[in-house]
């Protein structure tokens, strides 16, 4: 919306090209009515990308956008306590980034937020796409398959990434996020992570076991 500010996550991503790209590999289709676009792998023909199903609903405080699936095998948008390989039978995970105990659900949020999908195909090839939106969200997956995105702010900014390999997904993905930073030499090491110690002494018992036992701990 040209008019009215609205927020985007600040991180910077690469910019297009100037001028005429060669040789593209892929190919966008639009329908005006209802509104959708396609991405489709020039070699393979291979859609990766198909929200002309269900239309879009653009609002001040909710966006709304589906898509089609290459194939059911569906891996990430995390963070959730769940199989690697997604359930797509009408599960709907939320994106929301919180600090909760043990999670008794495969849907609920927890710590990180990252609405980033690869989707292996029946050829062998995968693609992934990156909603970069830091709003509050829930995906929902349908077995179609298809996938409904529905956040209450911001704006739709995907990223689409043709692959062909997994590997190639990855990298292409990192090349709009970042890499990690590299670890301090101080955080390396064997590390004891648990929540739910109650008070100081029964930390002190967890440590002295854990020498009693010749477990080695430098964090």
Known sequence: DPSTSRYEVPIPVPSPPAGKIPNINYIVKFTEYPFGLQVIRSYDRTTVFNSSVG??????????ISSLLASDKLYGLGEHVAP???????????????????????????????PFYLNMEKSGNANGVLFLNSNPMDIALQPTPAITYRSIGGIM????FLGPSPKDVVQQYMEVIGLPYMPPY?????????WGYENSSRTAEVVNNMRKQGIPQDV
């Open 55 to 64: 239309g879009m609903i653009f609002e001040d405080q909710f966006l709304q």
């Open 84 to 114: 690697m390989l997604l359930d797509l039978n009408y599960q709907t995970l939320s994106l929301m980034a919180r600090d909760r105990g043990t999670p008794h659900s495969e849907t609920l949020n927890l710590y990180g937020m990252h």
């Open 157 to 160: 900014d995907f990223y689409v």
């Open 186 to 194: 101080w955080s390396l090491g064997f590390h004891l992570c648990r």
